[in-house]
């Protein structure tokens, strides 16, 4: 795919998007969603413009939703930690084992919570290997507690990568795909997507708490595209079985 058909479908991608996110705030607005920071979250968008990654997909990697010392994550998202400190350790563990200083790693969303980040989160993140990546999630626009920034060399409310399939990288899931185009996002945690051949959810709970490499992804997303069933309990289970039994 050239640049500028890149580009057309990243501005595709971006307005629908933002479509999506002005729908629901169409009243009655649901009790689940958030209306300050979806507006927040249109703010940025009309903002900032569409993004393009051209980072090979081999050392691309991906996740989002971390939410870095965030002590109710442990029970909401039921994550397998004793403690928040040991939860953000392991993710920062798997982040410095995997990623290599040349690498480019990416954030759909939420690093954080109300400003949960600490000094000792900021460094991490600062001297953390790889090009960062933050496409911006509700909680990284909430325009009510203070946010404490990390370091990224970039951020976008969208990001289109392309390939076969183009991939869509959003926070939040897309209720409308086009045809022939995966959704890659986070948002909903441990919950199913929206569907099974259209979407595929890279929230940390979804990964076992480390970062998926690109190609993998989109290898997954082929097979979702050709139509193929591929079973799993999570994204990573999903992973490897397309690994070991559908290359």
Known sequence: MSMSAADAAAERLHALYVEELERVLTPPVHPMVDERQTRALIRMAHAA??????????????????????????????????????????????????????????????????????????????EAPGVKW???????????????????DRTAVTLFAPGEPPLLL????????????????????????PSRNRHINVSVEQ???????????????????EGRIVPGHSTRARLNLVERVMP
């Open 207 to 225: 990964l076992n708490y480390r970062p998926a490499k690109l190609s993998d992804i989109r290898r997954l997303a082929r097979r979702l595209v």
């Open 49 to 126: 413009g569409p993004g393009v990654c051209e980072a090979p997909d081999a050392t691309t990697w991906i996740w989002s939703d971390l939410h870095l010392r965030h002590k109710s994550s442990l029970g909401v998202f039921f994550r397998p930690f004793g403690t928040v400190d040991r939860a953000d350790q392991a993710m920062m563990d798997a982040w410095y084992d995997l990623v290599g200083a040349d690498d480019t790693i990416i954030c759909l969303g939420d690093v954080s919570v109300d400003g949960s980040v600490q000094a000792t989160h900021q460094r991490w993140w600062r």
């Open 134 to 152: 933050l496409v911006l999630g509700n909680h990284d626009v909430d325009p009510v507690n203070q946010v404490r920034p990390v370091a990224v």
């Open 170 to 193: 959003t926070h939040v899931p897309l209720l409308q795909v086009p045809h022939g185009w995966v959704n890659v996002h986070g948002h909903v945690h441990q919950k199913e997507s």
